[in-house]
Nanobody
Framework: QVQVVESGGDLVQAGGSLRLSCVAS????????MGWYRQAPEKQRELVAI???????NYVDSVKGRFTISRVNDANAVYLQMDSLKPEDTAVYYC?????????????WGQGTQVIVSS
């Protein structure tokens, strides 16, 4: 089994910054990609940023230039640096790890961490 745990959510004023952290732990797996998703009230969950094992990254247009995803491969950890936060960034942020384990690819999710941006 693989466990994914996020942390770092908080209440912050517009224009401020937050850094989210996520670690995937367990045994017998290798990480292919790790990503951050978010879900605001009454909205669908959306991909915010993703980073692949080779370092390739992708961002949703609304956060480009403001958010930066980074990863420490040896620690199976991923971070999301969020700058110039806006009220519309308010959401529950989820970390996802896509891993190879026992010959197959699976996706594991964390429990989510709340980010609230006040205007």
């Amino acid at each position: 089994q693989v466990q994914v745990v996020e942390s770092g959510g908080d209440l912050v004023q517009a224009g401020g910054s937050l850094r989210l952290s996520c670690v995937a732990s367990g045994s017998g797996f290798s990480v292919n990609s790790m990503g951050w998703y978010r879900q605001a009230p009454e909205k669908q969950r959306e991909l915010v940023a993703i980073i692949y094992s080779g370092g390739f990254t992708n961002y949703v247009d609304s956060v480009k230039g403001r958010f930066t995803i980074s990863r420490v491969n040896d620690a199976n950890a991923v971070y999301l640096q969020m700058d110039s936060l806006k009220p519309e960034d308010t959401a529950v942020y989820y970390c996802s790890a896509t891993v190879w384990r026992a010959g197959s690819q699976s996706e594991y999710w964390g429990q989510g961490t709340q980010v609230i941006v006040s205007s």
